[in-house]
T-cell receptor, first 110, second 113 residues
């Protein structure tokens, strides 16, 4: 079983819509969760992190964490074509390294 | 401020040859990590340096891989001898603290023929 699971997509949404990206993790000991965005051929870039159950909002991005369900999500409101990228979910282990999912490719259609 | 830089961006070698990848972390970042992404798979942890010391090398696949971090600055990852399954993108990341907020380089793509 993979540590972090994501739907690989592709996920397509029209411009201005809400994009919903989901992730589940297997290690109940994981405490910190991260969303990275990666444009093709570029470095993964941290866009959100969340430690506590509930929602965390930053501009158009909202991260949601449900530790009981071992579920993390990222909502992107008012999606823009520039949001088209692969979104990587990662969970931190107690050993201070990250387990990544395979990523979800998002395409925002103008 | 310069980000994490990696060299080379792409290397093509034959099976049995040696390749050395280099990573320059963000200045002041004591934590340096190596990760690898094999095609179609997730990015996987290889090892973690704190300054010049190996904090965790549990992800290193075998003894053909050797990582060093000279003087706690830049790091090298040597693969010797390279095998076909070593092909992938090798990412370096650095961080100021242990919060898990990593800054990644653009990766070094290794192709072993």
């Amino acid at each position: 079983q993979k540590e972090v699971e994501q739907n690989s997509g592709p996920l397509s949404v029209p411009e201005g819509a809400i994009a919903s990206l989901n992730c589940t993790y297997s290690d109940r000991g994981s405490q910190s969760f991260f969303w990275y965005r990666q444009y093709s051929g570029k470095s993964p870039e941290l866009i959100m992190f969340i430690y506590s159950n509930g929602d965390k909002e930053d501009g158009r991005f909202t991260a949601q964490l449900n530790k009981a369900s071992q579920y993390v999500s990222l909502l992107i409101r008012d999606s823009q074509p520039s949001d088209s990228a692969t979104y990587l979910c990662a969970a931190e282990t107690g050993a201070n390294n990250l387990f990544f999912g395979t990523g979800t490719r998002l395409t925002v259609i103008p | 401020e310069a980000g994490v830089t990696q060299f080379p961006s792409h290397s093509v070698i034959e099976k049995g040859q040696t390749v050395t990848l280099r990573c320059d972390p963000i200045s002041g970042h004591d934590n340096l990590y190596w990760y690898r992404r094999v095609m179609g798979k997730e990015i996987k942890f290889l090892l973690h340096f704190v300054k010049e010391s190996k904090q965790d090398e549990s992800g290193m696949p075998n003894n053909r891989f050797l990582a060093e971090r000279t003087g706690g600055t830049y790091s090298t990852l040597k693969v010797q001898p390279a095998e076909l399954e070593d092909s992938g993108v090798y990412f370096c990341a650095s961080s100021y603290d242990l919060s898990g907020e990593l800054f990644f380089g653009e990766g070094s793509r290794l192709t072993v023929l």
